[in-house]
């Protein structure tokens, strides 16, 4: 439901309401959260956008977690530059959230603990031969085998988020680590 | 509805397909596709993603428009690098279509026919004062007179596009302007 302008004159409730808005995509598979856009910028300069699933939220470290295909094309750009951008929209509170990362990459043992916890029929997700984005003959020519070797965490060390709520009037704020998430309001 | 996978064996099929979704979020207002996210790169080099307005889209010409403020942080960032990334998912065909494109930004004589096009109650999104991104004291401390002179219009030449069908077999193929959109299909 839409959000009474009123509860958003306070930046600390604003922001507790961005989070909390991240935090439920982990936890509810049908949320908009579940789904945010991540953006990369390409060895060419060129941002590049496409959906992920939201695996971890953690407000008090400003932390986020993401897991992908090793040789995945968002992979390679990270590890070049590690910046990187996240956009949820949630529909009922009408609220964008953005949120600027600097993605670290981990695999192998580093990652086995979390690993373990992939569910059996997830683990296809990990080792698609050819690589993803590889060009194929046709379009099922293509295998997905389980590979743990292939399975990489994005830990997600949030710089800066911001929060655009769309009501009678807009409400914008932005709030930074490097100004210990104080915040301030934005004309919209 | 979910599309029969038979109906993706071929690549222009594929891509008209793509694009009659893209299309629709021009004439419904109530499409997904009306709202695309739109990633950028700042001059620090860090990608920035947030939710955009359709206005336009043309298969022929391969080319896509957006209205904006002039002062905005896109416009900004696309003066200093005209490359930008679109994505849309239309959750009912569980297509992802991520668009690579080229933004040239016009203003003031240029776009004044389109100027006149648009309704008087949507002016007011071309012109806030502060300018959008400026910190002010409280949330509403802003104002929304209409200014011919801030509306801008981003005319973006689609240069590569990248369809994901999430089915019980994933399809995914690219398809680009220097190949002149022959297209190719790719692992997942």
Request: with cysteine.
């Amino acid at each position: 439901m839409c959000k009474n302008i009123t509860e958003f004159t306070n930046l600390q409730n604003f922001l507790d309401h961005g989070w909390s808005g991240i935090i439920r995509g982990v936890a509810d598979a049908k949320s908009p959260a579940r789904h945010p856009t991540l953006a990369t910028v390409s060895e060419t300069n060129a941002p590049e956008i496409r959906t992920v699933v939201l695996r971890k939220a953690n407000q008090k470290n400003s932390t986020i977690q993401i897991h992908t295909d090793k040789t995945s094309k968002k992979v390679r750009d990270l590890s070049i530059n590690s910046n990187g951008a996240l956009h949820i929209w949630l529909p009922k509170s009408r609220l964008q959230i953005r949120l600027n990362i600097i993605a670290k990459i981990q695999t192998g043992s580093d990652v086995k603990d979390l690993w373990d916890r992939v569910p059996e029929r997830s683990r296809i997700s990990y080792g698609t031969v050819p690589a993803p984005g590889t060009p194929i003959e046709t379009p099922l020519a293509y295998q997905q085998p389980s590979n743990s070797e292939r399975f990489a965490v994005l830990k997600c060390q949030v710089i800066k988020i911001e929060l655009l709520h769309l009501g009678l009037h807009h409400i914008r704020a932005q709030f930074s680590a490097s100004s210990d998430w104080k915040g301030t309001w934005l004309a919209p």
